[in-house]
């Protein structure tokens, strides 16, 4: 299954990580990861900070499908923040991190 036209989408935002009216986006955000492992590195960088700012500041174009994916990257984000790691930002050097956060 390939990605319908997004941008002809009712509702459509290029900020969206998944599209309303997309089969393919459907199917992702369906599946058990909701579209998490499907993600390529840029738009897993780009759902990261999306999930903080739609909690932190409020974002107001989030789509059905997309919806599970953010919430499921914030509720990480919430847990990692307990051990030591801001929300919105990424691992990046995980073992310069871990020694920061005395390790685990
Ligand atoms: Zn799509």
Redesign the pocket.
Known sequence: MT??Y?EGQPGYSPAQI??DG?L??AERSASRDCGIAGLDRQNFDRAWQRAAAWHREGVYDVSDAERGLLSVLWSVQLQLERIGWPIGELPRNPGGHTAQMGGF
């Open positions: 990605h319908s997004h998944l599209h997309c393919e986006c």
